[in-house]
């Protein structure tokens, strides 16, 4: 889930230990708007062995093939088709879901942004706080 519009994001992608609404938890109905959203994917350096070895490829390959330098040059990032669409988006669904970045995953529980309910079709749900 890109995070190039988050000037003035709320939380920090990628961050696993903030939850912004603390009694409410969203559930994704992967409707991929997220996905479609343009912008850095963020990938942490622990990431990058389980992203390679789930797609049976070398981490140099990984990197080589699926990543970029993000906008601020400070970390990787998954790469976009020309679309802007994340090029792991493939048939309606992520092809690396299982081991996604801690970004995609938090989204929009841990980190989102100004106007993000216009695009995300996520459902609230009431839990313990
Ligand atoms: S890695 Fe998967 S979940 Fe994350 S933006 Fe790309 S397609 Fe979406
Ligand atoms: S429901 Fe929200 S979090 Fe889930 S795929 Fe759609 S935009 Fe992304």
Not at 1 to 21: F, I, K, R, Y
Not at 84 to 92: A, D, R, T, V, W
Not at 102 to 111: D, E, I, S, V, Y
Request: hydrophobic share 30%.
């Amino acid at each position: 889930m890109p995070a190039g519009e988050a000037n003035g994001s709320h939380g920090s992608p990628g961050n696993d230990q903030t939850v912004l609404e603390p009694g409410i938890n969203y559930v994704c109905q992967r409707c991929n708007a997220c996905c479609k959203w343009p912008g850095d994917v963020r990938l942490e350096e622990d990431e990058i062995g389980s992203i390679s070895r789930y797609l049976k490829l070398s981490e140099e390959e990984f990197i080589s093939r699926y990543t970029r330098l993000r906008t601020n040059r400070k970390g990787l990032s998954i790469i976009e088709k020309p679309n802007h669409e994340c090029i792991m988006l493939e048939n309606g669904g992520c092809l690396i879901h299982e081991v996604k970045p801690r970004q995609c995953a938090g989204f929009p529980n841990k980190w989102n942004f100004p106007g993000w309910r216009e695009i995300c079709e996520a459902l609230p749900v009431k839990v313990n706080p």
